[in-house]
């Protein structure tokens, strides 16, 4: 069935630092990726997607390349700040359905 | 423009008790799912309604059901409560086109269950 594996948690960054999230995922046809990011105490949110291979999806700084060839879609950012403290979510929808497999969740904390 | 809106917020019930929760979409939006958030599980998919219908359907047993009323407003019930069901219950919209758009989610702030 179709899945989405993310790197476990907590990391742990210095303010500037460089961040990648890896997420890799297991799915029939062409998925579409997201990241959708969770502040304290609020619902996720849609940080940022890509349709297709080789796309690219950027907000806010962050990136993550659909690699159709790796099955990946790891999100990076170069310089984190402390407001990007969060819990990030990797998450796929096949293509067709309306049904969302999400990742465990990656905790991340940035300190000043 | 209004975000999804759950309620309640916080709830507390007891084991073999049944709870509803309850969630309004955003304007226009026709879709709704719900996933069950757990600090070991991450968010599972529960269910997702389209026009009063349901048309996905996650892995979880028959005491989790759904629906949706015609102003796309959605309510889910859990009945016979375990302590394992202790959870945040989050419910997101859309606007559920499967060819019109990526398909982004908005979701809810969620329903924060406790069973004891």
């Known amino acids: 069935g179709n899945s989405v594996t993310q790197m476990e948690g907590p990391v742990t960054l210095s303010e500037e630092a460089f961040l990648t999230i890896n997420c890799t995922y297991t799915?029939?046809?062409?998925?579409?990726l997201f990241w959708y990011v969770q502040y304290p105490g609020e619902g996720l949110q849609l940080l940022l997607k890509?349709?297709?291979?080789?796309d690219k999806g950027s907000n806010k700084g962050f990136e993550a390349t659909y690699r159709k060839e790796t099955t990946s879609f790891h999100l990076e950012k170069g310089s984190v700040q402390v407001s990007d403290s969060a819990v990030y979510f990797c998450a796929l929808r096949t293509s067709g359905t309306y049904k969302y497999i999400f990742g465990t969740g990656t905790r991340l904390k940035v300190l000043a | 423009k209004a975000g999804v809106t759950q309620t309640p917020r916080y709830l507390i019930k007891t084991r073999g008790q049944q709870v509803t929760l309850s969630c309004s979409p955003i304007?226009?939006?026709?879709?709704v799912s719900w996933y069950q958030q757990t600090p070991g599980q991450g968010l599972q998919f529960l269910f997702e309604y389209f026009s009063e219908t349901q048309r996905n359907k996650g892995n979880f047993p028959g005491r989790f059901s759904g629906r949706q009323f015609s102003n796309s407003r959605s309510e889910m019930n859990v009945s016979t409560l375990e302590l394992g069901d202790s959870a945040l219950y989050l419910c997101?919209?859309?606007?559920?086109?499967?060819?019109?758009?990526?398909?982004?989610?908005?979701f809810g702030e969620g329903s924060r269950l406790t069973v004891l």
């Open positions: 890509a349709t297709k291979a080789d």
């Open positions: 304007s226009g939006h026709r879709s």
């Open positions: 799915a029939t046809g062409y998925p579409s």
């Open positions: 997101a919209s859309s606007l559920g086109g499967v060819e019109l758009e990526a398909g982004e989610l908005f």
